[in-house]
């Protein structure tokens, strides 16, 4: 188990964060992502290369500085090609921003995963 105290003092200790994102994007490969795949239970085609090459793209331009919901609407626009938002949640049924970032060793974006969403409190 993940002891947080000791990723947080020194991160490069693990190779991946609380969240499973690699902690540094240089440790990145095809391998890698066809490795975290295969524990998702998820075989990567040329349309999931697709998708992992765009956001390490985008992450090299941009950074980390737009929310989830806007990378949504540019997979969207990008690849849904009038299949709808479902055909990239069939590529990547665990959300094809936070799936989709994890394959591709990048940090997720503010906003991936809200927590208070839904709660009664």
């Known amino acids: 188990m993940l002891d ?3 990723a947080l003092s020194n991160p490069l200790h693990y ?3 609380p969240e499973g994102n690699l ?3 240089e440790q990145w490969s095809p391998r890698y992502a066809n490795q975290m ?3 998702e239970n998820l075989q990567l085609t040329d349309e999931h290369w697709e998708v992992i090459y765009y ?3 985008r992450y090299r331009v941009h950074d980390n500085e737009d929310s989830a919901r806007t990378i949504m609407h540019e997979l969207e626009d990008y690849f849904c090609d009038n299949r709808g938002r479902a055909y990239l949640f069939q590529l ?3 959300g094809p921003v936070s799936q989709a970032s994890r394959l591709a060793g ?7 995963h809200d927590l208070s969403f839904g709660s009664v409190m």
């Open 23 to 25: 902690s540094e994007l």
């Open 55 to 57: 956001l390490r793209e």
């Open 92 to 94: 990547f049924p665990q």
């Open 15 to 17: 190779e991946i964060d």
């Open 106 to 112: 990048l940090p997720l974006p503010p906003h991936a």
């Open 37 to 39: 795949a295969e524990t």
């Open 4 to 6: 947080i105290n000791k």
